[in-house]
């Protein structure tokens, strides 16, 4: 009998600061991105708007739509036998107001499969609305990367008394509100810390120090496939993108020097054994 997995669920994200084991979470787009991710035991995959900049080739998150992120978070969801879904709301799908909101975190569970969605910037009433409805809610404060022309850039936040009060006063707010994790970006360790000692939700922190009750980095960023862009929080564990350019320039050479391909790589040859085994396609 085939062993059943036990699936990562909010409730237990959401009492996670009482573990002593730092949650992990990943971004993930696509189906093969998925199942690396749950094969390798994260807790929680997200579909990152972040979509827009490392899959769309896009300057900034702002453009991505609904309908794409839909696609990619019904992609994910074939992937995923055990880690938690989460899906990012993208700019413009929440920002009319708390029935917007949940016309939209609707669709991410109902057509895309997510278990929750996350939503950035501190915006109370409709995390509230989205609560109401049964969509769990992971918050995102510190650096949203949907606030870029209010933050005139892509800028550490959380500098500064006024800042770093404002910070803590909406870290509580989100708690209040109903979310069941915090997602901290880009702010000093020290805030991160402050934060994660203050509320009962896990913090989930990119570029924001050690003292957060997990950490999350883009699929891309780990992998070392972007190399346009190189934050100091982005450890890179591979360099895939050098490996696949190696790897095809090799195929452009072979080709080119008639290596590719070779007689085993055909169907012709009664001599070879694979030629009677059945044609495996993906079709
Ligand atoms: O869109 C994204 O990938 C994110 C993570 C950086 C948390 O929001």
Known sequence: MAKRIRKVTVPEIRSAPQAATPLVMITAYDFQQARQADAAGVDMVLVGDSLAMVVLGHEDTLSVTMDEMLHHVKAVRRGL??????????????????????ANGL????????????????????????????????????????????????????????????????????????????????????????????????????????????????????????????????????QQGTQAREAIAAFVADVRAGRFPSPEECYGDPSVAANHEPVKLYG
């Open 81 to 102: 036998s055990r880690a938690l879904l989460v899906a990012d709301m993208p700019y413009g799908s929440f920002h009319l107001g708390a029935e917007q909101a949940v």
């Open 107 to 238: 669709r991410m569970v109902k057509e895309g499969g997510a278990q929750a969605v996350k939503i950035e910037g501190a915006r109370p009433r409709v995390i509230e609305a989205l609560a109401g409805a049964e969509i769990p809610v992971m918050a995102h404060l510190g650096l949203t990367p949907q606030s870029l022309h209010r933050f005139g850039g892509f800028k550490v936040q959380g500098r500064g008394a006024e800042a770093r009060e404002a910070l803590l006063e909406a870290a509580e707010a989100m708690e209040q509100a109903g979310a069941f994790a915090l997602v901290l970006e880009c702010i000093p360790d020290q805030l991160a810390t402050e934060v994660s000692a203050r509320i009962k939700i896990p913090t989930i922190g990119i570029g924001a120090g050690a003292g957060c009750d997990g950490q999350v980095l883009v699929y891309h960023d780990l992998l070392g496939l972007e190399d346009r862009i190189a934050p100091r929080f982005a450890r890179r564990y591979a």
